[in-house]
């Protein structure tokens, strides 16, 4: 859960659209339900907690630019800082209509959290997450 209050600047061109959000007060919440599943360090949540409370400032910037017909990309930046520890998040969509019924879409997340507990297993603070994905599309 993120709550912000800041502004939003935003510009619109004819194949992109870029929106920059700084807020200089943010609270942001951290909820792990299940702690077997995820580790609740690798999130900002301390050994022994199931959620964690985070003040700081937040910038956002997200873009959304249509290359091609056919090609597009979208983008989203996130820096959250509690003045103690950096969170920064950046999400890529690239999605591509190969045809009128084929579609593919791949995704990248990178994630830096250095309040992280490094660890042998989890020895740095940044976190991928990769995905690509095909798709039938079918209009009538």
């Known amino acids: 859960l993120k709550v912000s209050v800041g502004m939003d600047y935003k510009v619109s061109k004819k194949k992109c659209n870029i929106s920059l959000m700084g ?7 951290v909820y792990i339900k299940d702690d077997e599943i995820v580790n609740p360090s690798a999130f900002s949540v301390e050994p022994g907690h199931s959620s964690a409370n985070l003040f700081g400032s937040e910038i956002t910037a997200n873009v959304d630019w249509k290359i091609t017909k056919d090609i597009s990309w979208i983008s989203k ?7 103690d520890k950096v969170i920064a998040s950046w999400e890529n969509t690239f999605n591509f209509q190969l045809n009128r019924y084929l579609s593919t879409q791949f995704f990248l997340h990178s994630r830096y959290d250095d309040g992280v507990t490094l660890t042998e297993e989890n020895d740095t603070y940044f976190q991928f997450k990769e995905m690509l ?8």
């Not at 807020?23 to 919440?29: C, E, I, N």
């Not at 930046?77 to 003045?83: A, G, I, K, R, V």
């Not at 994905?133 to 009538?140: E, R, S, V």
């Open 23 to 29: 807020a200089p007060f943010s609270y942001t919440f």
């Open 77 to 83: 930046l996130e820096y959250f800082t509690t003045y």
């Open 133 to 140: 994905t095909f798709g039938l599309t079918y209009t009538w």
